[in-house]
């Protein structure tokens, strides 16, 4: 079965700055998709960004990136020149690629960001 | 076009009592996902549908949840009866059907059982 791993309960940093949060994930299949998504105090889930397993060029959306080593199976975010509206929960998620009954999403356990202004 | 839209946002209800959570996924959508969020188990899939037939509802706790898609446009999640170890937060997600599109959340109802 996969799972996902986020080992940082907890990440600080400064406005202005720049920020990584880790993911690790483990799974034996070779097509699949990483998500992250942001849960503000509001708890909408909301769409950060999103990678394909088979692309090999890292995903990025505007001051969000990711670095994505597949052999590794790590999937950090990186938040660059952080505002304020970025402090939220950040989820990691897997999906499956092959459809059918393996299409729900498996989150990790999350990281919760602060912005310190 | 509208987003993922869930009803009511807010439910405080008694113990024993019925529940009914609601939603309407993103038009031309054909998988709606049905998530429940607590502290102690963090976001788990309970059931989801493709094409309006439930494809795996191996998360729904016990008999007292049962979650229906009579048409493409809506689905409930019910509890009958609710307990306090109910309370949680329930999100509706729906996406295309082809496998690794995303998922797109609703806002979320936040139950508390009391």
């Known amino acids: 079965a996969q799972t996902v791993t986020q080992s940082q309960p907890e990440m600080s940093v400064q406005e202005a700055e720049t920020v990584t949060l880790s993911c690790t994930y483990d799974?034996?299949?070779?097509?699949?998709?990483l998500f992250w998504y942001k849960q503000p105090p509001s708890r909408q889930m909301i769409l950060v960004i999103r990678?394909?397993?088979?692309?090999?060029q890292n995903a990025t959306e505007n001051r969000f990136s990711v670095n994505f080593q597949k052999a590794a199976k790590s999937f950090s975010l990186k938040i660059s020149d952080s505002q304020l509206g970025d402090a939220a929960m950040y989820f990691c998620?897997?999906?499956?690629?092959?459809?059918?009954?393996?299409?729900?999403?498996?989150f990790g356990t999350g990281t919760l960001l602060a912005v310190q202004p | 076009d509208a987003g993922v839209i869930q009803s009511p946002r807010h439910e405080v209800t008694e113990m024993g009592q019925e529940v009914t959570l609601r939603c309407k996924p993103i038009?031309?959508?054909?998988?709606l996902f049905w998530y429940r969020q607590t502290m102690m188990r963090g976001l788990e899939l309970l059931i989801y549908?493709?094409?309006?037939?439930?494809?795996?509802d191996s998360g729904m706790p016990e008999d007292r949840f049962s979650a229906k898609m009579p048409n493409a446009s809506f689905s409930t999640l019910k509890i009958q009866p609710s307990e306090p170890r109910d309370s949680a937060v329930y999100f509706c997600?729906?996406?295309?059907?082809?496998?690794?599109?995303?998922?797109?959340f609703g806002p979320g109802t936040r139950l508390l059982v009391l």
């Open positions: 799974t034996s299949e070779s097509d699949y998709y």
């Open positions: 549908f493709n094409n309006n037939v439930p494809i795996d």
């Open positions: 990678q394909e397993a088979y692309k090999q």
């Open positions: 997600a729906s996406s295309l059907m082809t496998g690794g599109e995303t998922q797109y």
């Open positions: 998620a897997y999906r499956s690629g092959r459809g059918g009954a393996t299409n729900k999403l498996i």
């Open positions: 038009s031309g959508h054909n998988s």
